[in-house]
């Protein structure tokens, strides 16, 4: 069985090598340029898909770098609107809270003097007085200190300076409203 075997194979081989020198002969081709004409055919195939895929990536990295140029005329425009809400929010409303509550802490003072020269008791309106003169006071050095915060160009707004200025505008609120309830306190006090 063994030999038989052995046998088939040889037998295969040999008629596989002459199959291939009778194509040789009668066909007149040589079989290695048949083969190396259609690898031209594939290799000319192959080079335009990679130039289409080229010219594909090149019109995207173009179309990207347009966003890019898009995104970072947007963000030039928000930092300088973000600027501008600031200086708005530090110019208008905090010093006019500011000054609102200095003609109420005024117009407080001088109902107090008045109390006082009636000769009523005016010790808890002049303490809640007190008590909200030295938060003023420390509202505005707050408020100095926010004021240094905000950048003077559109390039120097980040993501920490917009924290900061953030974080320092809602304690400066909240010390306004302490500032405010004592106001409201010593009026109470008065009455």
């Known amino acids: 069985?063994?030999?038989?075997?052995?046998?088939?194979?040889?037998?295969?081989?040999?008629?596989?090598?002459?199959?291939?020198?009778?194509?040789?002969?009668?066909?007149?081709?040589?079989?290695?340029?048949?083969?190396k004409a259609g690898n031209i055919g594939v290799r000319a195939d192959m080079?335009?898909?990679?130039?289409?895929?080229k010219a594909e990536r090149e019109s995207f990295v173009q179309s990207v770098q347009a966003q890019k140029a898009d995104f970072q005329k947007n963000i030039l425009a928000e930092?300088?609107?973000?600027?501008?809400?600031?200086?708005?929010?530090?110019?208008?409303?905090?010093v006019e809270a500011v000054r609102n509550l200095e003609n109420l802490e005024a117009r407080i003072q001088a109902r107090v003097d008045l109390e006082k020269a009636a000769g009523k008791d005016t010790a808890s309106a002049e303490a809640f007085l007190a008590t909200a003169k030295t938060k003023l006071a420390?509202?505005?050095?707050?408020?100095?200190?926010?004021?240094?915060?905000?950048?003077?160009t559109d390039t120097k707004v980040t993501a920490d300076v917009f924290a900061n200025i953030k974080i320092g505008a809602h304690s400066a609120k909240e010390a306004l409203k302490e500032v405010h309830g004592a106001l409201v306190e010593a009026i109470k006090s008065l009455k």
Request: net charge positive.
């Open 1 to 35: 069985m063994k030999k038989y075997l052995t046998l088939f194979v040889v037998i295969a081989l040999m008629l596989s090598f002459g199959m291939r020198a009778l194509a040789e002969t009668n066909l007149g081709l040589n079989v290695n340029t048949s083969v």
């Open 47 to 53: 080079k335009a898909q990679l130039d289409a895929l």
């Open 79 to 94: 930092r300088t609107a973000f600027r501008g809400r600031v200086e708005e929010m530090m110019k208008n409303r905090f």
């Open 138 to 152: 420390a509202v505005k050095v707050q408020l100095a200190s926010l004021q240094t915060l905000i950048p003077t």
